[in-house]
Structures are given as structure tokens and as C-alpha cells.
């Protein structure tokens, strides 16, 4: 029962991190096109790198899963 909320609240965060990438690359998509006012680019410019820092945040804490995983197979050995 308890891996079932494990596995899914990992994909809830995994499908957060997703949506994430998906509205930094809207954001790059609109300011390439020249769709914003310059305050508004600087607004969504900020939004972007804060996304950005979550999901490296997100993929750092997968890699250290990730090491112990490997790290616990290894040891199984």
C-alpha cells in the first residue's frame, strides 16, 4: 500500500517536472517571437529560470535514487 502512494506521488512529480519543461519552451517559444512586451519579457524570462532551477532540483534528487539503487546492487554482489 505504501509503494502504491510512493509510485504515485513519483509520477505526479514526474509529470509536474514534464509540465514544467513544456512551459519553459511556451515561454522561450513567445519571447523568440517577439509575442511579449520587454516588461513582460523580463517577467517571463525570471518564471523560466525558476522552472529551470526546479527541474534541475528534480533531476538531482533522481540521480542520488538513482546511485543508491545502484549503489545497493552493488553491494548485493
Known amino acids: 500500500m505504501v509503494k502504491r502512494k510512493s509510485v504515485a506521488n513519483s509520477d505526479a512529480v514526474a ?3 514534464e509540465a514544467k519543461v513544456a512551459e ?3 515561454i522561450i517559444t513567445r519571447i523568440e517571437a517577439g509575442e511579449l512586451d520587454l516588461a513582460d519579457v523580463f517577467e517571463q ?3 523560466a529560470v525558476e522552472y529551470l ?3 534541475e532540483s528534480f533531476l538531482q534528487q533522481r540521480q542520488q535514487q538513482v546511485d543508491l539503487l545502484i ?3 552493488q553491494d548485493d554482489n
Open 15 to 17: 509529470g509536474s517536472y
Open 24 to 26: 519553459i519552451e511556451k
Open 53 to 55: 532551477r526546479q527541474c
Open 45 to 47: 524570462f525570471a518564471s
Open 71 to 73: 549503489e545497493t546492487l
